[in-house]
C-alpha cells in the first residue's frame, strides 16, 4: 500500500515536472502554426525587410518595426550598462556593509515596481523633460531609451554583482600585492575576470528591453514607420503587436501575430547566447 | 586578539594619506568617482521615481475610488482590485503545485544529470525570458481561441501561471537545496519512506524560500499588463464567475493613462500599485533572512 502511493506521488512529480516542456512546446507550436502561414502568404522577405506597414493596403512590411525594437534596446543598452556596472562594482566591492543593506533591497524594489508604472513615469515625467530640454514631440526614441535603460538596471546590477562577488579573493590579493590601487584592482582585475558573467548580464537586459511592451508603448510615440531621429517616435514590434491586435482581423491579424513570431526568435536567440555565456563563466 | 588589533592600526589609512596617494593616481580618483556616481544615480532615480508617484497620488486616493460600481464619474478602481486579487489566487492555485512539485522532483527524486532533467531545466530557462507579450499572444491563441474560454478570468490566470511557473520553480529548487542532506538522513534512518521525508521534512525546511518565491510571483502578477490585455480583456467591473472578463490594476492604469483624461486616478493607482510592490518585497526579503537563519 505504501509503496503504492511512493509510486503514484513519484509519478505526480514526475508529471508537474514535463510541464514546463509541455508550456514551451504548445508556444512553439501555438505560435508557429499561426504565424508562419501569414509570413509564407506575405513572403518572407517582403515581411521581415518591407519598410511599409499599412494593414489597410494588406502591405505588411515590419522592418521599421524590427529596426525600431533594436534601435531602442541600443540606446537602453547605452544608458543602462555603463550606470549597471558601476552601480554593481560599487555593491560588491566599495560599499560598507550598512551601505549595502539599503542598496541591495533599493535594487529590488526598482526591479519589483510594474512596467505600466515605469511607463507612466516616462510619460508624466521623462516625456515633458525631453520635450521642453531637448526638443521633439517628447514621445520619442531617445525617450523609450532612457526609459527602458532605467528598467533594466536592477538586471544589470544583480548579474554583474554576482559575477563580480564569484571571482576568487587571490585575484584581489594578487592585484593589492603588485601596488595597484584598491580601484584599480577592482577595475582591471576584478571586472576584467568577471567580463563573461557581466556580459551574460548585459544580454539578459537586452532580452528584457527587446521584450518590454507596455512601457515603450506609452512613450515612444509608435509610428509605423523607418525610424527618423533620436527625437523622432518609433515603433517597436512588441507596441505593434498591442497597438493593433484590438481590432485586427484575417491576415492584418495573422501578420501581427507573425510579428510575435520574429520577436519570439529574437529572444530565443538571446537566451541561447545567455546560457552559452552562463556556462562558459561557470 | 592584540596582533588583530596592530594588523588594523596598519591598516587604517587617514584622511590626508589618502589624499596623497589619489594625488599620486588621479586615475583611481577618478575610478571611485564613477562607482560613486553610478550608485548615487540609481538611488536618486528611485527615489525620485517613487517620491514622485506618491507625492502626486496620495492626495487623489478618495472614498470614490473604491465605490462598489465603476462608472466615469467615480473612475472606482475597487472592481480593478477584485480581480487582481482573483488572478493572483487563480494563477497561484494552478502555478504553485506544478512549480513545486516539479522542483522536489528535480532536487529529490531525479538521477544527476538525467536528459529529462536537462530538459526540463533549458525549458525553464527558455520560459523565464519569454517577454509577456508573447504569452499574451499565446494565451489569446490557445486558452482565448483554442480552448473556446474567451476573455476571462481562466484564460488569464492559465497565462500567467504558465509565466510566473519557472520563477516558482527556481526558488523552490534554491530552497530545497538549501536543505542540509542530514535532515534526510535522519528521516531515513528513523524509517520514514521517501515520500513522508519530501512532505515532513525537507518541505517544512525549505518553507521560507519557497514562500519568497511565491510572494516574488503575486508581484510580477499584479504588474501584469501585456499579457493580460487580450486574454483576460480590460472590462472594468467585478467579477461573478471564473468565465468572467476583467481588468487588473495594472490594466486598469495603462487604461486610464491612455485613455488621457484620467490622469489623477491613475497617479492614484500607481500608488496603490508601488505599495503593494513595497510591501511584498518586504515580505519576500524577509523570509529569505529567515531562510538564512534557519
Keep these: 500500500m505504501a509503496k503504492k502511493k511512493e509510486k503514484l506521488m513519484q509519478g505526480i512529480f514526475l508529471i508537474s515536472a514535463c510541464a514546463s516542456i509541455l508550456a514551451v512546446i504548445l508556444i512553439c507550436v501555438f505560435l508557429f502554426s499561426n504565424g508562419i502561414p501569414a509570413i509564407a502568404e506575405i513572403g518572407f522577405s517582403d515581411f521581415i525587410f518591407g519598410q511599409t506597414w499599412r494593414p489597410s493596403n494588406e502591405i505588411f512590411g515590419i522592418f521599421p518595426m524590427i529596426v525600431g525594437s533594436i534601435y531602442v534596446t541600443a540606446g537602453a543598452i547605452l544608458v543602462g550598462v555603463p550606470i549597471g556596472i558601476l552601480t554593481a562594482m560599487y555593491m560588491a566591492l566599495f560599499c560598507p556593509d550598512r551601505l549595502y543593506k539599503i542598496l541591495k533591497p533599493s535594487v529590488e524594489l526598482l526591479a519589483g515596481i510594474p512596467s505600466v508604472v515605469y511607463g507612466f513615469f516616462g510619460l508624466v515625467v521623462i516625456v515633458p523633460l525631453v520635450r521642453d530640454q531637448i526638443g521633439g514631440k517628447g514621445y520619442s526614441m531617445l525617450t523609450a531609451s532612457i526609459l527602458l535603460g532605467i528598467m533594466i538596471l536592477p538586471t544589470i546590477i544583480n548579474v554583474s554583482e554576482s559575477a563580480l562577488r564569484a571571482v576568487p579573493e587571490s585575484y584581489y590579493e594578487g592585484g593589492r600585492a603588485l601596488g595597484a590601487s584598491h580601484e584599480r584592482t577592482s577595475f582591471f582585475v576584478l571586472l576584467k575576470a568577471a567580463k563573461s558573467g557581466v556580459l551574460a548580464g548585459v544580454i539578459l537586459g537586452v532580452g528584457r528591453s527587446i521584450g518590454e511592451t507596455m512601457a515603450v508603448i506609452m512613450v515612444a510615440g509608435n509610428q509605423a514607420r523607418m525610424p527618423q531621429g533620436l527625437l523622432k517616435g518609433v515603433r517597436t514590434m512588441t507596441a505593434n503587436i498591442v497597438m493593433e491586435m484590438g481590432y485586427a482581423a484575417d491576415l492584418h491579424r495573422e501578420a501581427l501575430i507573425a510579428t510575435g513570431v520574429v520577436l519570439f526568435v529574437f529572444i530565443l536567440i538571446i537566451n541561447l547566447s545567455f546560457s552559452a555565456l552562463n556556462r562558459k563563466s561557470i | 586578539m592584540i596582533e588583530n588589533s596592530v594588523a588594523q592600526k596598519v591598516n587604517v589609512t587617514s584622511f590626508s594619506q589618502r589624499f596623497k596617494i589619489y594625488r599620486q593616481d588621479p586615475l583611481s580618483l577618478l575610478l571611485l568617482f564613477l562607482v560613486n556616481f553610478g550608485s548615487l544615480l540609481t538611488i536618486s532615480v528611485l527615489i525620485f521615481l517613487i517620491g514622485f508617484i506618491l507625492i502626486k497620488g496620495i492626495p487623489h486616493i478618495t472614498p470614490q475610488l473604491f465605490e462598489l460600481q465603476y462608472n466615469t464619474q467615480n473612475v472606482s478602481l475597487f472592481p480593478a482590485l477584485i480581480y487582481t486579487l482573483a488572478i493572483v489566487f487563480l494563477s497561484l492555485l494552478i502555478a504553485v503545485p506544478l512549480g513545486v512539485f516539479s522542483a522536489i522532483y528535480l ?6 544529470g538525467s536528459k529529462l532533467v536537462k530538459l526540463v531545466r533549458l525549458t525553464a530557462e527558455t520560459l523565464s525570458g519569454i517577454p509577456s507579450i508573447v504569452y499574451g499572444l499565446f494565451g489569446m491563441l490557445f486558452f482565448v481561441i483554442a480552448l473556446k474560454w474567451g476573455y476571462s478570468l481562466l484564460s488569464g490566470a492559465f497565462t500567467l501561471a504558465i509565466m510566473i511557473l519557472p520563477l516558482i520553480m527556481r526558488t523552490t ?53 501585456a499579457a493580460l490585455l487580450y486574454t483576460a480583456g480590460s472590462v472594468a467591473k467585478i467579477p461573478t464567475g471564473l468565465m468572467d472578463s476583467g481588468r487588473t490594476l495594472a490594466v486598469h492604469m495603462y487604461a486610464l493613462s491612455t485613455e488621457g483624461i484620467y490622469v489623477d486616478q491613475a497617479y492614484a493607482t500607481a500608488v496603490i500599485l508601488i505599495v503593494v510592490v513595497i510591501i511584498i518585497n518586504w515580505i519576500s526579503s524577509f523570509l529569505a533572512r529567515k531562510l538564512t537563519k534557519g
Design chain 2, 173 to 225: 529548487e534554491e530552497a530545497l537545496r538549501a536543505v542540509p542532506d542530514s535532515y534526510r538522513e535522519g528521516s531515513y534512518g528513523l524509517g520514514a519512506g521517501k515520500m513522508r521525508t519530501v512532505f515532513k521534512i525537507v518541505l517544512p525546511s525549505a518553507m521560507p524560500g519557497i514562500l519568497a518565491g511565491i510572494i516574488l510571483s503575486i508581484g510580477r502578477i499584479v504588474g501584469e499588463t
Design chain 2, 107 to 112: 532536487t529529490e527524486y531525479a538521477k544527476r
